[in-house]
């Protein structure tokens, strides 16, 4: 059996997964802190014998994006509460043999949003109801915040406040409301505004007010139609990237049981991202 001996793997699986930024994250880390690693982008379109593969190989850890999130949850041996609370895993890692998974989606959203505004008793609008939104309301309510759920199809997002006890708007009452309704906090959790799809904004500009703070978890483009529009109103936003890139760091710490320093760890990431969504304009 062929065993890597001198380079730790680490990999990206999904399907498709050729667009993702992670590798140019997690090998900019690894070079800058001199940790003998490569991170991969794989292909995977039948998880449950791809990871008896990566296993084989010697893997060490792995990233899960769409469409394994919730496949992963099943297929590891060993899940934390909070990968099942919110229902799906993003990351895996191989203990004697074994697939442990976790959940660092949730982790990407606070810190990102932590580092513009405090979070404990902020009225927050998740607007979505997929597995993206599932993990940054578990992530808002487990930091104080009030958390209230608002989605295009009412049934899906009734399904989610009732599973993690949010509260529920209908998206076509907030889109009446305008002013902002009070929330301190708007976080734009559907495919609206990534590249290649549909750019309708999911509430009208007059709900954004001077002052509150809009995060967009799409990323490609960095300036999405919602964050625009934000930052137009006088909003303070959260650019999609840095939901990756802490979710990114919560892996790497994890994997390799220590922590990613600001200076040289995260900073590094961070530009590394930066460099590459500047080159994506630019095409």
């Given amino acids: 059996m062929i065993q890597p001996v001198q380079t730790d793997l680490f990999a990206v699986i999904g399907h498709p997964v050729a667009h993702s930024l992670s590798p140019t994250m997690m090998n900019a880390v690894f070079r800058n802190l001199g940790i003998p690693a490569v ?3 794989l292909d995977a379109d039948s998880l449950e014998d791809d990871l008896r593969t990566l296993a084989a190989v010697g893997f ?3 990233s899960v994006t769409i469409p394994h999130k919730e496949s992963a949850l099943r297929l590891a041996a060993e899940v934390d509460e909070t990968a099942a609370a919110i229902g799906a895993v993003n990351t895996l890692r191989l203990q004697d043999g074994k697939w442990e998974g976790r959940n660092t989606d949730w982790i990407g959203a606070v810190e990102a949003l932590k580092r513009e505004t405090p979070l404990r008793s902020k009225k927050a ?12 309301a578990y992530g808002l309510k487990h930091e104080g915040a009030s958390t209230t759920i608002t989605n ?10 009732r599973a993690l006890q949010c509260e529920l708007v209908p998206l076509e009452t907030l889109a009446g409301l305008g002013d902002g309704h009070g929330f301190d906090l708007v976080v734009q959790c559907t495919s609206v505004g990534l590249a290649g799809r549909d750019s309708v904004l999911p509430l009208p500009d007059s709900f954004l007010v001077p002052g509150m703070v809009a995060m967009d978890i799409v ?12 930052a137009q109103r006088g909003c303070r936003v959260v650019k999609g990237y840095e939901m990756l890139l802490h979710q990114g760091v919560a892996q790497l710490e994890w994997w390799l049981e220590q922590t990613i320093p600001d200076q040289g760890g995260l900073q590094i990431m961070r530009s590394a991202l930066e460099k590459a969504l500047v080159h994506d304009s630019q095409d």
């Fill in 39 to 41: 991170y991969l982008a």
């Fill in 219 to 230: 990323y490609r483009p960095v300036w999405t139609p919602f964050l625009r529009s934000a």
């Fill in 125 to 136: 609008l998740v607007i979505g109801a997929g597995g993206a939104a599932r993990a940054v």
């Fill in 60 to 62: 060490r850890g792995l």
């Fill in 152 to 161: 295009r199809t009412l049934s899906r997002g009734e399904d989610l406040a």
